[in-house]
């Protein structure tokens, strides 16, 4: 993440850190966890407001859920899995082929999460159009879609970075860098991070504290 201080251990006000782009070697290794700390504060962010809301502490704000649902659901999707499986998982498979079984199931969960996000789209606007009664089904998709997303990322930062470490050359680092910095394909570029960006500094203004700096509810 960027170096300014989360708000109040929340979402962090500088967006999604991609000012960390310009960091050491490997910087690749630096965007994924950046990126991974981003979608986590998003996803921190809708559990909380999930019970705050279950412990009769909140009321349903569908705007933010809108967007928090959106983010969670463009983001990876456009960004970020897909500069994981074109440059970082392609070339580990080349360098080392044990890691197979392991980048297949990142992979197919790479495209389950698309169909998980979906559900909780749909029981959102099921919470929102149909009242408090669909509360509980949107809650456990909020749940289980998190609890999917944290095992995917745990597995991609203790299993597969590791690997990478260990077996990809100065020269995939290179490839791999250059992807995830944004300078490969202009779908990855500045104009697609900025949309994030300002979609992530969005939600922070609109959360109530503790996970943003928005009106209290
Ligand atoms: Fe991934
Ligand atoms: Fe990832």
């Known amino acids: 993440m960027s170096n300014e201080a989360p708000m109040a251990g929340g979402i962090p006000a500088g967006g999604n850190g991609r000012d960390a782009r310009v960091a050491a070697p490997m910087k690749a290794v630096n965007i994924i966890l950046d990126e991974h700390r981003s979608l986590a504060a998003v996803l921190h962010g ?19 859920f809108g967007a928090m649902v959106y983010y969670i659901d463009a983001f990876p999707d456009r960004l970020h899995h897909p500069k994981e499986d074109r440059y970082l998982f392609r ?9 197979g079984d392991l980048l297949d199931r990142l992979e197919a969960e790479h495209v389950a999460g698309e169909t998980k996000i979906r559900a909780v789209e ?8 149909g009242g408090p ?7 456990d998709a909020v749940e289980a879609y998190a609890t999917f997303h944290w095992g995917h ?25 250059e992807a995830f910095a944004g300078n490969t394909d202009p779908m990855f570029g500045a104009a697609a991070g ?19 700096v928005g009106p209290e509810r």
């Open 46 to 64: 809708m559990l909380y407001l999930v019970r705050a809301i279950r412990d009769g502490k909140s009321k349903p704000d569908f705007k933010l």
């Open 122 to 129: 749909a029981a959102l606007r099921r919470y929102e159009h």
């Open 91 to 99: 070339l580990l498979r080349l360098r080392h082929p044990a890691s």
């Open 133 to 139: 009664q669909h509360f509980s089904e949107f809650a």
């Open 194 to 212: 900025d949309e994030y960006e300002t979609l992530f500094r969005r939600i922070a203004h609109l959360a109530p504290p503790p996970i943003g």
């Open 153 to 177: 990322m745990r597995a991609e930062e203790e299993q597969v970075l590791p690997l990478a470490r260990q077996y990809l050359t100065p020269a995939d680092w290179q490839e791999v860098d």
